[in-house]
């Protein structure tokens, strides 16, 4: 690929006129290095995605340049005769903000804002921090927001010997971080502990509601993909839910379950999660482990992806290849994974409708326009039913024989003989749960763990 720079007004420009009375957009460049380090995502599509990030941010692109090099140049990411260009542009046009569609150093981003007399410089992560920081709204994901923001902004912002009042606002700058950045590293130091703390204690209310949830013997699904894959639309679509669903990224940071009745298996819980990026930034990956444990801690995941999407292939690695890193840093088997084509009702799905590669399930729908719902429903009540379950049953007395059967097809984990009967948890499949339905009972607390 040539080197290029191309300052096409993009789709949003005009808007940057501002009508009266309205918020001027900030107007940025958007700048990548093209290397060839094996990234899911060619230069100009991650970069179509950096544009689509920076308008959820409310900016909007004047241009962009990429830049081939093997490695990023040590001190200013791209080489002294790109920048020099990028300063020329600076220079002649309002520019509020440059953005690299790769993570910067402290130091870089001290030299490139150097060279540009003062422009703005943020990266990839900082953007995605940035909107995560205007959109979360449980208190986990406030504080899981301001942890991640903390510790990666930090670094980049003390010691530079500036002035930090210019981070007063804009792009980049938002979140529960900033003003905390005014006083000294060594108290934001024992802030960051502090706010992991508090997030430990609610990471632990989290868990319990899980265990309980998984002693509850009720199958968990999760709803994963791609950011704007369509989940919540989806999520809504199966539970008569409205949970925010828009054009937009990030729509949904804090994990919502919902019961979702099904024909067969009864009810089941449906969580439907954040979504995911190319390069998710790896301080956001780690803050968000709590929530994203709940995607983990399923007994199937619908991995939903966007069929009309040019970038399909691409997007389904990425989001494959990040919920399995989740299950190993979990040391976890990884669930079934049921892949639903979603957006089956624009027309460029149909390229992307058989692309699927080998030994994938996969279910068509339009979550929006309600179609595939039925099959969709059928194919998950056929993988649970294929599935086997821990589950509790409580036998009367003069029906205690119905046990000894279940030694042999099953695997009985606990027996407890009490007053009101045989009380026996046991893990088996859907065949003998629907058998000996009436036997259900919850699972109980004071039986011990095993
Ligand atoms: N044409 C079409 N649009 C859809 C369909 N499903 C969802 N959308 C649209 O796609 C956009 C994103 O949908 P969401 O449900 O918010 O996507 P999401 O996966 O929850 O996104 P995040 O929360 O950002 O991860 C919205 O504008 C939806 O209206 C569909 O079946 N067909
Ligand atoms: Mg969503």
Redesign the pocket.
């Known amino acids: 690929m040539t080197d290029q720079l191309d300052t096409r007004p993009a789709a949003g420009e005009k808007a940057s006129a501002g009508l009266p009375g309205e918020e001027i957009p900030e107007r940025a460049i958007l700048v990548s290095v093209a290397m060839d380090d094996g990234d899911e995502m060619d230069p100009v599509s991650s970069l179509n995605e950096l544009e689509e990030l920076l308008n959820t941010a409310g900016g909007i692109s004047f241009g962009r340049m990429i830049q081939s090099r093997q490695a990023p140049d040590h001190a200013t990411c791209i080489g002294r005769g790109k920048l020099a260009e990028l300063a020329q542009v600076c220079r002649s046009v309002r520019i509020d903000l440059v953005v690299f569609d790769c993570e910067l150093t402290p130091s870089q981003i001290r030299n490139i804002e150097d060279a540009l007399d003062g422009v703005r410089v943020i990266d990839r992560t900082m953007l995605i921090l940035d909107i995560f920081a205007g959109r979360a709204r449980s208190a986990e994901g406030i504080l899981q927001v301001a942890i991640a923001n903390m510790k990666y902004t930090l670094p980049r912002l003390t010691g530079q010997g500036k002035d930090l009042s210019r981070l007063g606002g804009g792009i980049g700058t938002r979140g529960p971080g900033e003003s905390k950045l005014e006083i000294d590293r060594r108290r934001a130091k024992e802030k960051i502990h502090s706010l992991e703390r508090e997030l430990a204690e609610l990471s632990k209310k989290r868990k319990t509601m899980r265990k309980s949830r998984e002693k509850s013997g009720v199958f968990r699904i999760s709803l994963a993909g791609y950011t704007n894959a369509g989940?919540?639309t989806l999520l809504n679509a199966l539970c008569d839910e409205s949970?925010l669903?828009e054009d937009k990224l990030f729509?949904?940071l804090d994990p919502v379950t919902r019961r979702w009745k099904l024909p067969q298996a009864g009810e089941v819980l449906l969580t439907?999660t954040v979504?995911f990026i190319n390069r998710l930034p790896h301080h956001l990956v780690e803050a968000f482990r709590s929530t994203l444990d709940e995607v983990v801690y399923s007994d199937l995941i619908l991995l939903v992806l966007d069929a009309s999407d040019a970038k399909f292939l691409q997007k389904l690695r990425v989001t494959e290849s990040i919920l399995y890193s989740l299950f190993e840093k979990n040391d976890m088997t990884p669930a079934p994974f049921l892949y639903v084509l979603n957006k089956t009702d624009l027309p460029e799905s149909r390229f992307n409708r058989d692309a699927l590669p080998e030994g994938r399930d996969a279910v068509c729908i339009s979550a929006s326009q309600k179609a595939g719902l039925a099959e969709l429903t059928e194919r998950v009540e056929q993988i649970l039913s294929e599935q086997k379950k821990e589950v509790a049953f409580l036998f009367p007395h003069n029906e205690a024989g119905l046990l000894s059967p279940l030694y042999k097809t099953c695997n009985v984990k606990k027996v407890l003989y009490g007053a009101d009967g045989v009380y026996a948890e046991v893990i088996c499949d859907e065949k003998t749960r629907g058998a000996l339905a009436k036997y259900r009972t919850e699972k109980r607390a004071d039986a011990g763990e095993e």
Do not use: E
Request: hydrophobic share 40%; proline share 0%.
């Open positions: 989940k919540s949970v669903a729509a949904t439907d979504g």
